[in-house]
């Protein structure tokens, strides 16, 4: 995005403030620089050559979450996420070639499925052995560059499971694994085809699951993410396209070639065939944790509490402050741990004050980084609540098949 493209959106904003009240790290570092307003404010000096690209400046501009709870309180309908993109891209071109390399390597390897499949087993080695106790003990876990990886290899042995490819003959619809699906999300993917297989219906899982592309676009790179969002590209007579992770979604879906994706509870919802499942009666109460990305970009999460209440007795809550950002937000947990954290430790005090409140024992979210962030946080709180995705719980609840119609059903 050129400099007077850049102008050209930034000069749509007013500056009259509306974004303050809703802007995560805002609230909590009460600087001008770290709003959205701010923000806009930075690109426009740097873009028009009054301000000249420095370590703060850069700090201020990469301190942005992405959750996009801005363009809701906006009143002028500033495209706040594409100019954020924008000026990353354009800070990432004028930067070091090494350092765009080196930026390009780490997140090639970070989105490389075999490599992400490859992790979960390795995460899974350092909980069993004893590596993560001892990297406790020794304090190693406190420090700045490996805490936010510790803390996530720690929940990802909790919702890892293996994902096996489906048939790759007709379908129903194919799903969306994306690049992290084996690491955060086996469990949810076996529970939807677990829900699919009663409802009659065949899924798609493909051998080699693509990158939607988002983390690169957000962190500067569009070209990158580009080609990666236009290898999910869909063909006539190929199944509905349809995503368990949020965020992947609203990615795919600026794209003309994958803008019909759906978000898998928002698929489910609405099906006929849904009707003829039961499910058995459950006495607990969950909280529906509400992703920036479900919440600001997919026009919000009623699907999700209709699918759960489908679930008799089962009593369903919003989590408190879903409107304020988790900070898992991809890969800022890792690039901006200690604003993360914080964030963090507010949504899991707000989840144990509901727990108390209202005998909460159960999270559900649609983000996989979302719902590893939470799960780390209540393992460090102490906290006994359980984090999954909707489908998990659904899955669970479904009425055992009687003998006579199982046979009826296979014969």
């Not at 194919?174 to 699919?196: K, N, P, S, Y």
């Not at 990305?293 to 489908?310: E, K, M, P, T």
């Not at 159960?362 to 983000?367: E, K, S």
Request: glycine share 10%; net charge positive.
């Amino acid at each position: 995005m050129t400099p007077d493209q850049l102008l050209g959106l930034a000069d749509q904003c007013v500056k009259c403030g509306q974004c303050l009240p809703v802007c995560p790290t805002f609230a909590k570092l009460g600087n001008e620089a770290d709003s959205p307003r701010g923000r806009i404010s930075l690109i426009q000096g740097w873009a028009g050559g009054a301000l000249a690209l420095s370590p703060t400046l850069n700090g201020h501009l990469d301190g942005c979450l992405g959750c996009r709870a801005c363009e809701s309180a906006c009143p002028s309908l500033v495209d706040y996420g594409r100019l954020a993109d924008g000026a990353k891209a354009a800070r990432v071109a004028a930067g070091s070639p090494l350092r765009r390399g080196w930026l390009r390597l780490w997140l090639g390897l970070l989105t490389r499925s075999r490599l992400t499949d490859r992790l979960a087993r390795a995460t899974r080695f350092y909980q069993q052995y004893g590596l993560a106790r001892l990297v406790e003990r020794t304090g190693l876990a406190d420090w700045r560059a490996l805490r936010p990886l510790h803390r996530l290899a720690r929940a990802i042995p909790a919702a890892a499971a293996p994902v096996t490819a489906g048939d790759g003959g007709a379908a129903d619809l194919e799903i969306f694994v994306g690049c992290m699906g084996g690491l955060a999300q086996g469990r949810a993917i076996a529970a939807t085809r677990a829900l699919l297989r009663r409802l009659g219906l065949a899924v798609r899982i493909p051998t080699a699951p693509a990158c939607c592309g988002a983390i690169h676009r957000h962190n500067g790179l569009p070209v990158d993410a580009d080609q990666r969002r236009d290898a999910c590209v869909r063909t006539p007579g190929d199944p509905p396209l349809v995503g368990l992770a949020s965020a992947c979604v609203a990615e795919l879906r600026e794209a003309a070639g994958t803008g019909d994706t759906r978000e898998l509870c928002d698929w489910l919802a609405p099906l006929p065939a849904l009707k003829t499942l039961a499910f058995l009666p459950l006495r607990r109460r969950v909280l529906v944790h509400e992703p920036c990305s479900h919440r600001n970009l997919l026009g919000g999460n009623a699907a999700v509490y209709r699918l759960l209440q489908r679930i008799p007795e089962l009593e369903v809550q919003p989590l408190p402050n879903n409107q304020t950002c988790c900070g898992a937000a991809g890969t800022y947990l890792l690039q901006q741990p200690a604003m993360a954290a914080s964030l963090l430790a507010d949504k899991v005090a707000a989840s144990v004050a509901a727990s108390v409140a209202a005998g909460a024992d159960l999270i559900v979210t649609t983000n996989p980084g979302c719902a590893l962030h939470l799960i780390a946080g209540m393992r460090e709180a102490g906290c006994a609540i359980e984090v999954c995705h909707p489908v998990e719980l659904l899955a669970r609840q479904m009425m055992p098949i009687e003998p006579d119609a199982q046979t009826t059903q296979t014969g």
